[in-house]
Nanobody
Framework: QVKLVESGGALVQAGGSLRLSCAAS????????MGWYRQTPATQRELVAR???????NYADSVKGRFTISRDNAENTVYLQMNSLKPEDTAVYYC??????????????WGQGTQVTVSS
């Protein structure tokens, strides 16, 4: 029904930057919330940042001031600009969307994940 394609994960040195992208496609009436989560083998999946259709954002405390989430509503795409990366940012990053396939009926979809590795 809805496909999420993520890109942008890579190996980068500490202090560097990356930009993740997640494009949604399919039978979409409206995308309400788009967000990024991350997970390591030792941790549960956690929220990194999320953005509503109106542009309101929330960030994990650990990334505030370093990461910026944005979205292109016309392209159904969400971005995560990650600056001043730290080794502890190393994780698989997942895109998540809350999508109305038809009015007032919301569904949750996840991307396949993209690996971000920050070397010290």
């Amino acid at each position: 029904q809805v496909k999420l394609v993520e890109s942008g994960g890579a190996l980068v040195q500490a202090g560097g930057s990356l930009r993740l992208s997640c494009a949604a496609s399919g039978s979409i009436f409206k995308i309400n919330v788009m967000g990024w989560y991350r997970q390591t083998p030792a941790t549960q999946r956690e929220l990194v940042a999320r953005i509503t259709s109106g542009g309101s954002t929330n960030y994990a405390d650990s990334v505030k001031g370093r990461f910026t989430i944005s979205r292109d509503n016309a392209e159904n795409t969400v971005y995560l600009q990650m600056n001043s990366l730290k080794p502890e940012d190393t994780a698989v990053y997942y895109c998540k969307t809350l999508v109305e396939l038809y009015p007032s009926k919301e569904f949750q979809f996840w991307g396949q994940g993209t690996q971000v590795t920050v070397s010290s």
